[in-house]
């Protein structure tokens, strides 16, 4: 369902309410990546389940994704449309441009908000992370690598597998489920306890996990 179209030019915010939570916000026509998307649910428990820079925004727009129209991103809110919740939906546009917005839902409705959060990599630090859907790494380097401990399934329960992962193991590895290659490690099996990250600048990751609505 057409939702509204971004005010243009750079640094320009449009923000629109919505009587639900949709499963999916679908952009068209953004050329240059958005400077911001910040997503509020309006309930004293519920707050803010999306906030993403324009990295973030198209490490999660792409994920998971088969073929891509330019400049098209699909991101993710919840697992079905959430209604009795409004929303806030606050757009930062980046260029001379008018992306239009969309809300999507299957037909069903959800009772968990899918949530996207930035998280800090610290260098040479061993940093872990679990309980998560996807992780993506934009700023990753070649030297940067992830330890990822599985969870044991095996019958007699010999215990947990852990694998060391590079960047190209990690870059590779996403064209499996995805048109665009990038450096994540997805989760949706829900068969990875846990990633520790090992990289050598501070940076920027990015964790989408579920959480019940109130």
């Known amino acids: 369902m057409f939702l509204i179209t971004a005010t243009t030019g750079a640094g ?5 309410d919505m009587q639900y939570v949709p499963e999916a916000l679908i952009y068209y026509g953004a050329t240059t990546q958005l400077t911001g998307l910040k997503v509020e649910v309006l309930g004293i428990q519920d707050g803010t389940i999306l906030d993403l820079d324009a990295a973030g925004l198209t490490a999660l727009g792409r994920h998971r994704i088969m073929g891509v129209t330019a400049g098209a991103y699909i991101i993710p809110l919840a697992t079905g449309i959430i209604k009795g919740k409004s929303c806030r939906i606050t757009i930062t546009n980046s260029a001379t441009q008018t992306p239009s917005f969309y809300g999507y839902g299957d037909g ?3 009772d968990s908000y899918i949530i996207t959060k930035k998280q800090t990599v610290l260098a040479n630090s061993n940093t872990m992370f679990d309980s998560f859907h996807a ?3 934009p700023n990753f380097a070649t030297t940067d ?3 990822l401990t599985f ?3 095996t019958e007699d329960k010999q215990g947990q597998l852990s694998q060391i992962m590079t960047y190209y193991d990690l870059f590779y590895i996403s064209q499996m489920i995805q048109t665009t290659a990038q450096v994540q ?3 949706c099996q829900s ?7 090992m990289v050598g600048t ?3 990751a990015y964790m989408v996990y579920t959480r019940l609505a109130s």
């Not at 320009?12 to 629109?16: C, E, R, Y």
């Not at 068969?191 to 990250?197: A, D, F, G, K, T």
């Open 12 to 16: 320009v915010i449009t923000t629109f």
């Open 108 to 110: 069903n409705y959800g």
């Open 135 to 137: 992780m993506f790494f």
């Open 145 to 147: 690598y992830a330890t």
């Open 151 to 153: 969870s044991d399934t």
């Open 185 to 187: 490690v997805d989760n």
């Open 191 to 197: 068969n990875i306890n846990s990633i520790q990250v």
């Open 202 to 204: 501070t940076q920027t």
